[in-house]
């Protein structure tokens, strides 16, 4: 039997597993995956400013690259350096840092899990793991009772020809075609003669186009005069989250006495869909209280999800007027305008902490869209976040 039995080797559960292991190392855990490798293939980055001390502690055991001279954003009209520090992390070196750091029974990769109850779990195999607690840290799963819109990506590893000369990662890269959505490009250095570049948009429909994404990065590199070997990538679809019964979709996807966290239990930023700082934040909140009864631990996630729905209203009104009220190949200027207000104020947006000042200055001055179609889009409710996973 396992003290705590956490379901899902993604950041979240993988951040859960260390912060428990390090906060009571005389526990019995296990972290449950069911692909070969925790954290799937992804890049995960961050501001500096998103974590306390404490979080980036927790994140101290993993390799990443790290760009303490800032980032640069472009727009048509408006280009930018900032000094925020910006840190990225590889999904193998996740999975190295978790192999190395858990107790090697904690390591369950190959390892589906069908059923999950208050008191334990069971795997495809049939074979059931009693469990004091069992945390729920599986991926977000797409709901008629949520509304909005979606971030599709495609991302290309390169190993340059010659130095590419970029110093410092390019954040936004707005400047380019926007084919019926907020597109831009995302590029990070991760070393003299190697790249990540990333094609983003912010889009009504699901579809991930595979040949039309791998074409325009191909543009985009021979444009900016990059060429080489490709290493790798990858894809994604995240929702982008405006609207919705939270209620409901907790109702649908709740199971009694399991503790629900990581995006699946709705710690996303509704706009970004970053999930890093909440995943931290979380994993040190069950850390904290570790040896508190699963259902007593269930309860307290279950209020901290209904908590963080209610604090990131502000961003989901923003992604209202993002899909809702701005002409696809326009919404760029929503956050070309956002990148010319204060730093200090930038950060704070990214930590999904904004405060009450923040929020009237974003909302001040001349607006990007419409406001007929603000208030239209305001007081919609948008489209359901429902879709089939891409091929």
Known sequence: MFDIAIVGGGLAGGLTAL?????HPQL??????????FGGNHRWSWFASDLDDAGTDLLAPFRKTEWPAGYDVAFPAHSRTLGSAYRSLASRDFDAALRRELPQEAIRTRSRVVVLAANGITLDNGEHISARTVVDCRDFQPSPHLRGGWQVFMGRHLRTDTPHGLARPIVMDARVAQHDAYRFVYTLPLGAEELFVEDTYY????????????????????????????????????????????????RDLREPGVVQIGARGGFTHPLTSYTLPFAVANALVLAREAMLPGEQLAALFEKRTHDHWRSMRFFRRL??????????????????????????????????????????????????????DAVRALLGKGSPLVHEKPQ
């Open 319 to 372: 992604g209202r007027m993002l899909f809702d009220a701005a002409r696809p190949d326009e919404r760029y200027r929503i956050f070309e305008r956002f990148y010319r207000l204060r730093e200090p104020l930038i950060e704070r947006f990214y930590a999904g902490a904004p405060t009450y000042g923040d929020k009237l200055r974003i909302l001040s001055g001349k607006p990007p869209v419409p406001v007929t």
């Open 28 to 37: 019995r855990l296990a972290l449950f995956e069911a692909g070969e490798v």
């Open 19 to 23: 912060a428990v292991h390090r906060a």
């Open 203 to 250: 889009a009504d429909s699901p579809v991930l186009d595979r040949n039309a994404l791998s074409g325009r990065i191909d543009r985009y590199c021979a444009a900016m005069g990059w060429h080489g070997d490709i290493l790798g990538g990858e894809t994604g679809v995240l929702p982008v989250i405006t609207g919705g019964d939270f209620a409901a979709y907790r």
